[in-house]
């Protein structure tokens, strides 16, 4: 059985019951927030016009606020580079199906030149293309509403919510390092590594690995007993 879950990619990793509820309430708190700010500003009928895509933000900024694709600049740079790429496939594409191809592989790309990866913007970049006719109608003005302004709501509660909970750091540079244990508690553990060799590292994996150098310091500290190695995060 712990080879087919190992198969099928089934984590291993445990959650107390506090974090998914805290995940299961950022994640309404947020979709709420972006319905409540876009009837605002933009009236009733303008507030349906919030893009899917922000449900699959939502799961990363509350579920997941740690891993690289949730950062500020990978939601941010991500939503708005896809929903420009995907106004211009749609507009320059004559061909629906060829259109909605070239603006889920053009964003990609962009996002990945622009160190912006944010799964997320893929559907954002599909919706400008395979909308209904409300979202046709709006042209590059769907890069500002509903886009930018799904966007920064959704980022603004994520950063406050986020804060109401001392086990959560959003944006996650925010994340104190712990505190040295003495070094008895440490003795025959492994030598440190320095943070320069996780970044080497990591530059040397011609893929995406959604973790930073940040977390694999951590992980090789409780791994090994070199907690004091936080310190110099």
């Given amino acids: 059985m712990q080879k087919i879950l190992q198969l099928l990619g089934v984590t291993q990793q445990k959650s107390t019951h506090a974090e998914k509820l805290v995940s299961l309430l950022g994640g309404c708190v947020g979709i709420y927030a972006i319905f409540l700010v876009t009837k605002l500003f933009f009236g009733v009928a303008e507030a349906i016009y919030i893009i899917p895509s922000m449900g699959a933000s939502a799961v990363l900024l509350f579920a997941a606020p740690n891993v690289p694709f949730s950062q ?7 939503h708005l580079i896809s929903a420009v790429i995907g106004v211009a496939c749609y507009q320059f594409i004559p061909d629906i199906h060829l ?4 603006s889920v ?12 990866i944010h799964p997320p913007g893929g559907a954002t970049a599909l919706a400008a293309v395979i909308g209904s006719s409300a979202i046709h109608e709006l042209g590059y003005l769907y890069v500002i509403t509903p886009v930018l302004i ?3 709501t959704i980022l603004v509660v994520a950063v406050l919510f986020n804060a109401l909970f001392s086990w959560r750091h959003y944006p996650a540079a925010l994340k104190k ?3 040295e244990e003495p070094e008895s508690l440490h003795k025959h553990a492994y030598p440190p ?3 320069e060799d ?3 590292a990591l530059s040397q994996i011609d893929s ?5 150098e940040d977390d694999l310091q951590e992980i090789y500290a409780l791994a090994t007993g070199r907690t004091e190695i936080l310190e110099k995060k």
């Fill in 72 to 78: 500020p600049w990978n939601v941010f740079g991500g």
């Fill in 99 to 102: 259109a909605a191809a070239a």
């Fill in 105 to 116: 592989g053009f964003a990609i790309g962009a996002m990945y030149y622009a160190k912006c």
């Fill in 150 to 152: 799904n966007t920064v």
């Fill in 177 to 179: 390092p712990r505190k």
């Fill in 193 to 195: 590594i320095k943070h």
């Fill in 198 to 200: 996780f970044v080497y």
């Fill in 208 to 212: 995406i690995v959604d973790i930073n």
